[in-house]
């Protein structure tokens, strides 16, 4: 300044500072120091009258300040190497004027702090709140010496011609260190932020500092900065170094040594102008752009202790445990087989001779049960209902109404055709469909006449399209999660992440390794049902090859694609899981639940295709079926909340949707939807339920359908009223009650027809039924929720319950992973005692 108004000052008197600077040599630096010093001098002598004080520590000094003088205090403290002492600057002013502000500057060694009272602080849309009481804590620089003493000086200045009355005081703060596990307590407010020191103590290497307060409002800062000076210590720049988070009763970070090559670091609180970042009301918009808000009282007590974090040993232990758990499964499968091989085996050896089959030993096998009525009707109607030519087609070898001899001559022709479109083509099949399909009752011999090649080529299709799905869908998910992750720990934002950060153990660049440990188990249970069904599929195979009538005339078709899928689906249902947990967010919620989908649609067509072997959908119509959930569910995650017009359009889907399934279920798809299925509609509604008053044909089939359209009508209308904010966990609730529902009727179905659950298959059952309900109960806790601020998440945060390590959210990976393996091998074993069933004894359902 005073050089600029020296330069001023002689140009505008002459050109003489121009020709100085074009002179040469030492005139010219001589004629422009001289210049400099009188200029300087004359505006210093002009301006300002320097007072300064030889000020103390704890005294109150009430002054006056106005634009013709400026007051120095000069402090001295001493400073020690092995302890550590905070100062802190307390100012008030108390003149009512805000027109114009006092100026303090504290210089000190390695530091400048200034600052204006009153304090302006500026909210969101730029709102403006004045604060007359200013404490701000002085950065502590570090020293060598084992005692040094240090002088810094507080200048305070204004520009006010008519002054401001002061009150200034300078105080130790003594308990500037925070120690492990005790609890420090304090007050701030958004004028006075307060910060900490912590030394991290010998073989400590990584802790969890945990701020608390009985007070959800206001909305506050907490922060973890380095040693350096300055310290950023308010709201319009706490966040521009180290890892900060925001909080309203709970914040917790979990802190490195490695990321602090002082071994110490500052705990900075700083309590916000406005608590919208926190969930908390929206202010009201001033009517003038500089219009000054009262702020009122806001602050804050706060409680912040220091623990140590988990050491090596519990990360060993963790991962060891998960590890044994998985494995342990491996175990069990394996003696499980052993077992029943030995079964088997002893079996074989008492009902047939060595080294032949039932087909060469001609006999046929028998049911272990008596069937009731429905199984009768079945075969009866079965042998009446099927015209010449459908009896005299080659590939309808579902009916075991014909000589043994036959059997391997028909097998051969059935394989000729490997195309799906020969067999569906010919005029007499598809009229024999239309008589097959709408028999008051079906058994599985009607439903099972394609060729088996055909359909198996069909259905693993399935296998093969998820396989791609995940290669495609993974990739981009990796990466993303990856920026994601960069982000976190290049900025330090910890509000970009929904962790439960009581239970966040960082392993390397992941800040919650635990979380995505524990969605292990999905991939190595995944893996063990894909060993599981390889194993039944070439064990199948082997029998077809040697002509094996159990394999080829009895039991519920083995067709294995869609186990196949599902084993995958669930391997990248745990893969996603532990992508979307490396950053938890409502911007990649969907990766997490995408599988889901695609877990409970494949379950729900598995069902479907055990009776329904022949009609059941391609992969290309579910697949693209599921994919429009999915959009659905990315439309209501950005879409979804509050939005009236979403969610009507969304529910008049849903329930078209159903209405659609419903026809093409209850007609085993011998309907067709075209511009006259309006007049047909109301003709049969005339015709069967007023003319005649009849009641439905498949009874059994409407009784499912009007339990599912009740659910889903429900659950629509539901979502209609209640617009839920986690539309992607409401899409997911809709698609687990279908299945479950449909899975009930299919249980009660099968007793109800005189079939038997046979032990394994009853103890999967039982077993999957407790751990799906401990896993629910695991899963409702609610550790953290993206459907919040962040701040308002963590309020749900806790400590870890299971080995230090792992959290409720955790335990649900375990338990749900477990369950769905479980499911999967219901649905494998679920119909084990139809294996020696002729399929015209089998009863569809």
Known sequence: MVLRSCWKSRHKSSSGPVHCWLRPGVVALLWLCVTQFV?????????????????????????????????????????????????????????????????????????????????????LYQRKYPYKHVGRTLCQPPTRAASETQYFFVDVSTLSSQGTNYNLRVSRVESFTLQTDKKFSFIASPSQPQYFKYVFPDGVDTVIVKVSSDMTFPCSVMSIQDIQCPVYDLDNNVAFIGMYQTMTKKGAITVQRKDFPSNSFYVVVVVKTEDEACGGPLRFYPLRPDELIDAGNRSKTVDVVVTPAINSDVYVMGMLFCLGIFLSFYL?????AFVESRRIKRRDVYHNPADMSPAETGKTPASPYEYGSFADNCSTLSSEAITDSATSTDNNYGYMERPLDSVGRSRQESLS?????????????????????????????????????????????????????????????????????????????????????????????????????????????????????????????????????????????????LFYAMGTALMMEGLLSACYHVCPNYTNFQFDTSFMYMIAGLCMLKLYQKRHPDINASAYTAYACLAGVIFFSVLGVVFGRGNTVFWIVFSVIHILATLLLSTQLYYMGRWRFDSGV??????IIYTDSIRQCSGPLYIDRMVLLVMGNIVNWSLAAYGLIERPNDFASYLLAIAICNLLLYFAFYIIMKLRSGERIKCLALVCILFTAVVWGFALYFFFQGLSTWQKTPAESREHNRDCILLSFFDDHDIWHFLSSIAMFGSFLVLLTMDDDLDTVQRDKIFVF
Not at 73 to 79: C, D, I, L
Not at 86 to 91: A, E, F, H, K, S
Request: positive net charge; hydrophobic residues 40%.
């Open 39 to 123: 200029c300087g001098s004359v505006a210093l002598g002009e301006t300002k009258n320097v007072i300064q004080k030889d000020a103390e520590f704890d005294v109150t000094y009430n002054d006056r300040v106005t634009s013709e003088n400026q007051t120095i205090y000069a402090f001295n403290h001493t400073v020690s190497r092995n302890k550590t002492e905070g100062v802190r600057v307390t100012v008030d002013v108390l003149s009512q004027s805000l027109e114009s502000p006092i100026l303090f500057v504290v210089r000190q060694k390695q530091a400048v702090l200034s600052f204006q009272v009153p304090l302006i602080l500026r909210g």
């Open 332 to 336: 069990l499968t394996l003696l499980v």
């Open 417 to 561: 055709s490997v195309e799906e479109d020969d067999y569906d083509t010919l005029d007499d099949i598809n009229s024999d469909k239309n008589i097959v399909r709408t028999k008051k009752f079906l058994c599985v011999s009607d439903l099972a006449r394609k060729d088996k090649r055909v359909l198996s080529k069909k259905y693993q299709i399935y296998f093969w399209n998820i396989a791609t799905i995940g290669v495609f869908y993974a990739l981009p998910v990796i990466q993303l999660v990856i920026t994601y992750q960069t982000v976190v720990n290049v900025t330090g934002n910890q509000d970009i992440c929904y962790y439960n950060f009581m239970c966040a153990h960082p392993l390397g660049a992941l800040s919650a390794f635990n979380n995505i440990l524990s969605n292990l188990g999905y991939v190595m249970l995944g893996l063990l049902f894909l060993l599981i069904v390889l194993k039944r599929d070439i064990v199948h195979n082997r029998a077809l090859v040697r002509n094996d009538l159990n394999a080829l005339e009895c039991g519920i078709p083995k067709h294995f694609g």
């Open 678 to 683: 309006l007049r047909r509609v109301v003709y």
